[in-house]
């Protein structure tokens, strides 16, 4: 296989089939061999010389059918001009002196620039945009924003009169995810505007932003920024002078995790239980107070207004096919900067960690692990991580998910094992219990990594309890059974070595013999001393009681 570029200084590949990986360079040159060359499993190094070098690894190897060949440019350092969030970290409040909620500061930073000519625009030309843009979900799920917008327009929907509505889902309650507390902290304005022309999108009459009960500070900063919108005339009637009324609520939770599922969120807002419903019927068609309803993330509101004075495109032009635009980063756990960056989609896992959060604690050679999306996906090992794109596909790929984007990092010194039980333990209890499979799988659950952490158990119970989670994936009415299956899954798959060794050392630290560690790892004999068991081993500091 030869490069047929015209550049000098381009070398051919030869044909071999013998290693796994090759190191590719490849530059300004706008030749296929970096794509190509994951056809074949090629010996010697491929050299294609343009201006600009950029060095990456491929791994050669059959990729599942959903996952994307490998990109042939390093995504990654975005630059200032191309940050929508340009207040993330204050920098435009502390140069013009403001609040970070000041009206004159947002519109200093290009927030309410040509509100009106977008709106008059109209809504066919607005979800045309977005769809063009190729913008996922921010909230986890990643599914189409466009093409979710779009159903609330059906052929007739004109014929369905009375109010429709847009929920904005600010109940942000996963561990290890902040990004949309640090917009509604610092980039309320955008949101705000985001709701506007998401609800002409929509052709919906009202905006309810539903928030976390627990973010008081940034439920007063968002109010604040729409009362300003409000005396400006951007909010109420005739938005912007263009003719179109539009106004926007600010609704308080009491949080609850599982209010975060979208109609579970409805039933809260309508002042009912917190508790998901079945679907169908869908928001889209029957919504808040029955009505035609679409509810979506902060992060996915607050980018459209700049996607729609930059263009769709624009916005295309970050990240692979497929996983396009940039998105907020939040990075925790053993790193030396935990913080919320802005970044490109597609970027390495390995590049975000050292450019933005100053590396893992005592150096990239000291990770263990690392959860990619936020607490409900799965664990990733070491080797996984080391060539890892931090995208929707290639996540799917790995046996994860993108999620949120909430990168939570182990070094070697943490324990793997007592992390997921702290997952499982917040999981347990904050279901609902309104499923069987849930209520009840994810307290089994909960006790038995209360055992693992330990090694109070044997075996066998790590692949029962594995046969559990398979069983409770698909069989709940929300996606809660996945979220609390899928961190002890990655586990298993991942760090089962790390709980068979800590049954053993449970066994050696209390001289247990084969026979009683395969019966649970109890003592046989107890002491009974005014009618209460005594002697019996119990896990130290256990969670539940």
């Known amino acids: 296989m030869v490069c047929h570029c015209n550049k000098k200084g381009t070398k051919g590949v030869s044909k071999g089939v013998s290693k796994a990986s090759t190191e590719v360079t490849s530059g300004s040159c706008k030749c296929d061999v970096a794509s190509l060359i994951t056809m074949f499993t090629a010996k010697p190094t491929v050299r294609c010389l343009g201006k600009r070098v950029l060095n990456y690894r491929i791994q050669l190897r059959r990729s599942l059918a959903t996952a994307q060949t490998t ?35 947002a519109m200093k930073i290009g927030d309410w620039y040509k509100t009106k000519e977008i709106i008059s625009k109209g809504d066919k030309w607005i979800i045309d945009e977005m769809k063009k843009s190729g913008l996922r979900g921010r909230g ?46 610092k980039e309320p304005h955008k949101l705000v505007e985001g709701c506007l022309l998401a609800g002409r999108a929509m052709n919906a009459t009202a905006a309810y932003i539903y928030i976390r009960g627990e973010f008081y500070i940034e439920g007063e900063t968002l109010q604040n920024a729409i009362n300003q919108a409000y005396a400006a005339g951007y909010l109420g009637k005739n938005a912007c002078g263009s003719g179109y009324d539009f106004d926007v609520f600010v609704h308080r939770g009491m949080g609850a995790y599982v209010c975060g599922e979208e109609t579970a969120l409805i039933e809260s807002l309508e002042g009912k239980q917190g508790k998901p419903r079945m679907k169908p019927p869908f928001p889209a068609g ?35 096919e497929r996983n396009h635009g940039t998105k907020l980063y939040c990075i925790s756990g053993n790193v030396n900067e935990p913080c919320v960056v802005e970044e490109e989609m597609s970027i390495s896992l390995k ?58 990092v182990f070094d070697k010194q943490a324990d793997v094992i007592k992390g997921i039980q702290r997952l499982l333990a917040f999981y347990k209890h904050e279901s609902c219990g309104q499923c069987t499979p849930c209520r009840e799988g994810s307290s089994y659950l909960a006790k038995m ?88 081993p119990l896990p130290k500091d256990p969670l539940y009681h």
């Open 449 to 536: 990594m209360d055992r693992f952490s330990t090694g109070q158990a044997n075996e066998k119970e790590i692949d029962q309890a594995l046969e559990l989670t398979y069983k409770v994936c698909g069989h709940t009415i929300c996606a809660m059974g996945e979220a609390f299956s899928w961190p002890y899954q990655g586990l298993v798959k991942n760090f089962k070595p790390l709980l068979l060794d800590r049954i053993k050392q449970y066994k050696k630290e209390h001289g247990f013999t084969e026979e009683g560690l395969e019966n649970g790892g109890w003592y046989h004999e107890v002491k009974v001393e005014n009618g209460s068991v005594s002697g019996t």
């Open 286 to 320: 029957v919504g808040v107070f029955g009505r035609p309803s679409t509810v979506t993330n902060v992060e996915t509101v607050a980018v459209a207004s700049t996607i729609l004075r930059r263009g769709g495109d624009w916005f295309a032009s970050f990240g692979r």
């Open 351 to 408: 590049d975000i960690i050292e450019k933005h959060a100053g590396g893992v604690r005592g150096g990239w050679d000291n990770l263990q692990a690392v959860i990619p999306g936020g607490a409900s996906t799965p664990i990733l090992a070491e080797k996984d991580c080391q060539d890892m794109i931090m995208d929707y596909d290639s996540l799917r790929a790995a046996g994860s998910g993108f999620g949120t984007a909430a990168v939570t």
């Open 140 to 185: 986890g799920a990643g599914f189409p924003s466009g093409l979710k917008w779009s159903f609330m327009n059906p052929p007739g929907w004109e014929k369905n009169e009375g109010p429709r509505y847009v929920v904005v889902n600010a109940d942000e309650g996963e561990p290890g995810t902040c990004k949309d507390r640090e917009i509604l902290r």
């Open 71 to 105: 990109p042939n440019r390093v995504h990654g350092g975005l630059k200032d001009k191309d940050r929508i969030f340009q207040n993330l970290y204050l920098q435009n409040s502390i140069k013009n002196h403001t609040e970070s909620y000041d009206l004159k500061s």
